[in-house]
Nanobody
Framework: QVQLAESGGGLVQAGGSLRLSCTAV????????LGWFRQAPGKEREFVAA???????RVANSVKGRFTLSKDTAKNTVYLQMNSLQPDDTGVYYC??????????????????WGQGTQVTVST
């Protein structure tokens, strides 16, 4: 059974940075698709970024140029580096995993394993 654990959320001022981590247990990240989604208060959960088998990445237009993905194979962890954070980036960030192909990466329905979420709050 695959388990995902997120960490790295917190409170940051606008313009600041945070790095979120997603560590997988039970599955090697290089054989898996890992995605990041977020949910702001009163809004639906939305796609942020995803990495396919540790190589191909996709990033939502709303965060392109500010958020990047990377991986540490030795730690079986994927990172979401978030720079130039804005108040609109506030929300609970979830790591999700699944056996998805490239065309499915940005859609929630294909992800079968979800982490517990980590809160990101960006103040003005």
């Amino acid at each position: 059974q695959v388990q995902l654990a997120e960490s790295g959320g917190g409170l940051v001022q606008a313009g600041g940075s945070l790095r979120l981590s997603c560590t997988a247990v039970g599955r090697t990240v290089s054989t898996y698709t890992l995605g990041w989604f977020r949910q702001a208060p009163g809004k639906e959960r939305e796609f942020v970024a995803a990495i396919l088998r540790g190589t191909t990445t996709r990033v939502a237009n709303s965060v392109k140029g500010r958020f990047t993905l990377s991986k540490d194979t030795a730690k079986n962890t994927v990172y979401l580096q978030m720079n130039s954070l804005q108040p609109d980036d506030t929300g609970v960030y979830y790591c999700a995993g699944g056996n998805l192909i490239l065309s499915e990466m940005m859609q929630q329905r294909g992800y079968t394993t979800w982490g517990q979420g980590t809160q990101v709050t960006v103040s003005t």
